[in-house]
T-cell receptor, first 110, second 113 residues
Framework: AQRVTQPEKLLSVFKGAPVELKCNYSYSGSPELFWYVQYSRQRLQLLLR??SRESIKGFTADLNKGETSFHLKKPFAQEEDSAMYYCALKAQGGSEKLVFGKGTKLTVNP | NAGVTQTPKFQVLKTGQSMTLQCAQD?????MSWYRQDPGMGLRLIHY???????DQGEVPNGYNVSRSTTEDFPLRLLSAAPSQTSVYFC????????????FGQGTRLTVV
């Protein structure tokens, strides 16, 4: 079964500090992993996908299959990064189910 | 480009009433799904569909029905509303296949009294 764990419900940092949002997953096959973000009063939107290995808004995430992790990192947090962040996993094999973690609310203080 | 459109945005129901949450997408996506978002629980999958005429249950399907008669529409029906169904409901759609992005509606905030 697919499972995504985000151990931190809340994370608070100061502007300019590094931030890391943790995500661990449980899945027996090769997962597709994503980070979605929900800014205040907006709909969820894709931030990153592991296959792209890209940096979006200064965020990066590396898939570590050995540790079954996909942590989201940013070296210098900005106030506009304050939002709800969800890690998500999609199983291969046709079911297309996208399973989310419980989310981490990031607050970046001035 | 409308994307994923949900109606209504807000709804108050009395216990025992039924209603349908509407979801429509104009991107010709095969995959559509419904989630509920509750504080501390994240997004939980209710039902999903990989194409017209095909639906399946997610993590929390009890009390909800879906159908998929067209590619564009994926309504969610509450059969007999209960206070435990008070939540924010999100519809999402995507293409099938590797590494595809899910697009979300703006959500429906439902309160059952």
């Amino acid at each position: 079964a697919q499972r995504v764990t985000q151990p931190e419900k809340l994370l608070s940092v100061f502007k300019g500090a590094p931030v890391e949002l943790k995500c661990n997953y449980s899945y027996s096959g090769s997962p597709e992993l994503f980070w979605y973000v929900q800014y205040s009063r907006q709909r969820l939107q894709l931030l990153l996908r592991h296959i792209s290995r890209e940096s979006i808004k200064g965020f990066t995430a590396d898939l570590n299959k050995g540790e079954t992790s996909f942590h989201l990192k940013k070296p210098f947090a900005q106030e506009e990064d304050s939002a709800m962040y969800y890690c998500a996993l999609k199983a291969q094999g046709g079911s297309e189910k996208l399973v989310f973690g419980k989310g981490t609310k990031l607050t970046v203080n001035p | 480009n409308a994307g994923v459109t949900q109606t209504p945005k807000f709804q108050v129901l009395k216990t025992g009433q039924s209603m349908t949450l509407q979801c429509a997408q104009d991107m010709n996506h095969e995959y559509m799904s419904w989630y509920r978002q509750d504080p501390g629980m994240g997004l939980r999958l209710i039902h999903y569909s990989v194409g017209a005429g095909i639906t399946d249950q997610g993590e929390v399907p009890n009390g909800y029905n879906v159908s998929r008669s067209t590619t564009e529409d994926f309504p969610l029906r509450l059969l007999s509303a209960a206070p435990s169904q008070t939540s924010v409901y999100f519809c999402a759609s995507s293409y099938r296949g590797w590494n595809t992005e899910a697009f979300f509606g703006q959500g429906t905030r439902l309160t059952v009294v």
